[in-house]
């Protein structure tokens, strides 16, 4: 079936450091959304890609969405310990009524 | 203010017995729906609406109902034939189905004791 594949699944960071998760899915997407999730909280709209090859910024945060659009990464650079939470991106698949398949999230940790 | 409220935060339930979780929202949206979130777990989609009177199975619909007699809201009952019922339940909202941002509600978190 379809599948948003989502790495890392954890990873931790010296505040400062640059941080990146990557999304890849079996189907070709007609956009991509990125959430965030702060522990004990509910996700959060961060942004939609839905051109080819577009990339976007808010701040720190730089989003990529590929080239045959089944592959997205967010990249944060110089996490802050704001940044800590799990990341999700959900794709809506271009052929399936655009139903909404979400991966399973990186988990962010920032040691200050 | 907009948005979508979910009640209570936190509830506590015996086996056996059925429970519904409430969902409201003003944004004047069409679409809705339920997901369940376990620890370290992704979203799973439970059964979502996408008009008044109309709702579909999500993956994993198996001892949950649901009803949306308003459009303003889509209440979620947890069965006794739900095995695991212990879980994160959010409830969210989007102008309409499909690639569309969709908006969150705060959650419930349910222990089944």
């Known amino acids: 079936g379809q599948q948003v594949m989502q790495i890392p699944q954890y990873q931790h960071v010296q505040e400062g450091e640059d941080f990146t998760t990557y999304c890849n899915s079996s189907t070709t997407l007609s956009n991509i959304q990125w959430y965030k999730q702060r522990p004990g909280g509910h996700p959060v709209f961060l942004i939609q890609l839905v051109k080819s090859g577009e990339v976007k910024k808010q701040k720190r945060l730089t989003f990529q969405f590929g080239e045959a659009k089944k592959n997205s990464s967010l990249h944060i650079t110089a996490t802050q310990t704001t940044d800590v939470g799990t990341y999700f991106c959900?794709?809506?698949?271009?052929?399936?009524?655009?139903?909404?398949?979400w991966g399973l999230g990186t988990s962010l940790g920032v040691n200050p | 203010d907009g948005g979508i409220t979910q009640s209570p935060k936190y509830l506590f339930r015996k086996e056996g017995q059925n429970v519904t979780l409430s969902c409201e929202q003003n944004l004047n949206h069409d679409a809705m729906y339920w997901y369940r979130q376990d620890p370290g777990q992704g979203l799973r989609l439970i059964y979502y609406?996408?008009?008044?009177?109309?709702?579909q199975k999500g993956d994993i619909a198996e001892g949950y109902s649901v009803s949306r007699e308003k459009k303003e809201s889509f209440p979620l009952t947890v069965t006794s034939a739900q095995k695991n019922p212990t879980a994160f339940y959010l409830c969210?909202?989007?102008?309409?189905?499909?690639?569309?941002?969709?908006?969150f509600g705060p959650g419930t978190r349910l222990t089944v004791l």
């Open positions: 959900a794709g809506a698949d271009a052929g399936n009524n655009r139903k909404l398949i």
């Open positions: 969210a909202s989007s102008i309409e189905r499909g690639g569309n941002e969709q908006f």
């Open positions: 609406s996408q008009i008044v009177n109309d709702f």
